[in-house]
């Protein structure tokens, strides 16, 4: 199994221009959800999704577009990109995120962002 | 929001000794979960232990144990025979019983020095 796969691995956009991160998943999972990863601030929630079709706030939304139309798909959209959105980015999946009582998420490998 | 704190930002332990990190955090729920995360140089984020507020008992997995104090909202995760492979940052992590937000600590950077 390839996991929670997240593209690119790294971006440089510039103030204003527009992106999308893609995160997949091959094990059927129903919670999708995004983090950013700052120094010295641990990990945020920006969105989630407990399946096709549903997502919520987290955190940290604003900025930040997604939509859930496959099971396995969960992309991330920057609209319009700016300085304090660099970051790390880390999406995770859970077959069943809140009835375990959170007892497995499983992190792709991140997206590295700058934005100049 | 839950808040987590982590308050070494790094620490060292020879191989093959003991070492514990600490963590605390705050809420005014009676039921939830509190975690451990490792993240290695490699980037990826991996579970390392996990603890259900309601057990009094410490989890433990391997070489690793965690010491609960649910009084005193503290949750400290002792590793034991350090190896050079436990390198890497640690998060503490708080999950509220229903919830979806996981609430991380600010991190670890452990050292493992041969």
């Known amino acids: 199994n390839a996991g929670v796969t997240q593209t690119p691995k790294f971006q440089v956009l510039k103030t204003g221009q527009s992106m999308t991160l893609q995160c997949a998943q091959d094990?059927?999972?129903?919670?999708m959800s995004w983090y950013r990863q700052d120094p010295g601030m641990g990990l945020r929630l920006i969105h989630y999704?407990?399946?096709?079709?549903?997502?919520d706030q987290g955190e940290v939304p604003n900025g930040y577009n997604v939509s859930r139309s496959t099971t396995e798909d969960f992309p991330l959209r920057l609209l319009s990109a700016a300085p304090s959105q660099t970051s790390v980015y880390f999406c995770?999946?859970?077959?069943?995120?809140?009835?375990?009582?959170?007892?497995?998420?499983?992190f792709g490998e991140g997206s590295r962002l700058t934005v100049l | 929001a839950q808040t987590v704190t982590q308050s070494q930002p790094e620490m060292s332990v020879q191989e093959a000794e003991t070492v514990t990190l600490s963590c605390t955090y705050d809420?005014?729920?009676?039921?939830?979960?509190l975690f451990w995360y490792k993240q290695p140089p490699s980037r990826q984020m991996i579970l390392v232990i996990r603890?259900?507020?309601?057990?009094?008992q410490n989890a433990t997995e391997n070489r690793f144990s965690v010491n609960f104090q649910k009084a005193a909202k503290s949750f400290s995760l002792k590793i034991s025979d350090s190896q050079l492979g436990d390198t890497a940052m640690y998060f503490c992590?708080?999950?509220?019983?229903?919830?979806?937000?996981?609430?991380f600590g600010t991190g670890t950077r452990l050292t493992v020095i041969p």
């Open positions: 094990m059927n999972h129903e919670y």
């Open positions: 992590a708080f999950l509220q019983t229903g919830a979806n937000n996981l609430f």
């Open positions: 999704s407990v399946g096709a079709g549903i997502t």
């Open positions: 603890q259900e507020a309601y057990k009094q």
């Open positions: 809420t005014s729920e009676n039921n939830y979960y």
């Open positions: 995770a999946s859970s077959y069943s995120w809140v009835a375990s009582g959170g007892r497995e998420l499983f």
